[in-house]
T-cell receptor, first 113, second 111 residues
């Protein structure tokens, strides 16, 4: 069974640009969560989607948004990039949502210059 | 405001030794406490998890000890091996699909 797939794995952007990251969850998993990982702040929850509905959102500005499609694939978008947005963005899937094991992808490493 | 505090930031242990990582939480409503292991270039992977109605859980060389009254839980890695060298994260959550992670502990096992 294929794991969680994130694309692209690496990308470089400049301040003010926007970026879209993609996540394909494990087949059959309907919940997708996004986390930001930085050396200073660690792993921070961004948002969680289940059956195309956002159920929870972390404390990030409105520049961070996401969506989930009917096939459970998810995208997150960051607009008007700032230097501080440089991070590893991790996607995780879970079969039914709620507590339980999260299966993480390898992440998309974003560098903002 | 970090809801889960983890210590130490890093530790070095000899092969065969015991690694101990401690976490403390504030929110008494948390009802799920997992530990994740992360290798460089990889995403975190679930190692072991516990719920507050249990004081200890063991899986192979990994044991979680949970102290509800002290709002603390810890991970013990017995007979540490070089392959255990990784970053370990404790976490906690309500039944709301959101994990609050500790800052992480980098474990180095010396052969």
């Amino acid at each position: 069974k294929a794991g969680v797939t994130q694309t692209p794995r690496y990308l470089i952007k400049t301040r003010g640009q926007q970026v879209t990251l993609s996540c394909s969850p494990i087949s059959g998993h309907r919940s997708v969560s996004w986390y930001q990982q930085t050396p200073g702040q660690g792993l921070q929850f961004l948002f969680e989607y289940f059956s195309e509905t956002q159920r929870n959102k972390g404390n990030f500005p409105g520049r961070f948004s996401g969506r989930q499609f009917s096939n459970s694939r998810s995208e997150m978008n960051v607009s008007t990039l700032e230097l501080g947005d440089s991070a590893l963005y991790l996607c995780a899937s879970n079969q039914l949502g709620g507590t339980g094991e999260l299966f993480f992808g390898e992440g998309s490493r974003l560098t903002v210059l | 405001q970090q809801q889960v505090k983890q210590s130490p930031q890093s530790l070095i242990v000899q092969k065969g030794g015991i690694s101990i990582i401690n976490c403390a939480y504030e929110n008494t409503a948390f009802d799920y406490f997992p530990w994740y292991q992360q290798f460089p270039g990889k995403g975190p992977a679930l190692l072991i998890a516990i719920r507050p109605d249990v004081s200890e859980k063991k899986e192979g060389r990994f044991t979680i000890s949970f102290n509800k009254s002290a709002k603390q839980f810890s991970l013990h890695i017995m007979d540490s091996q070089p392959g255990d060298s990784a970053t370990y994260f404790c976490a906690a959550s309500l039944s709301d699909y959101k994990l609050s992670f500790g800052a992480g502990t980098t474990v180095t096992v010396r052969a």
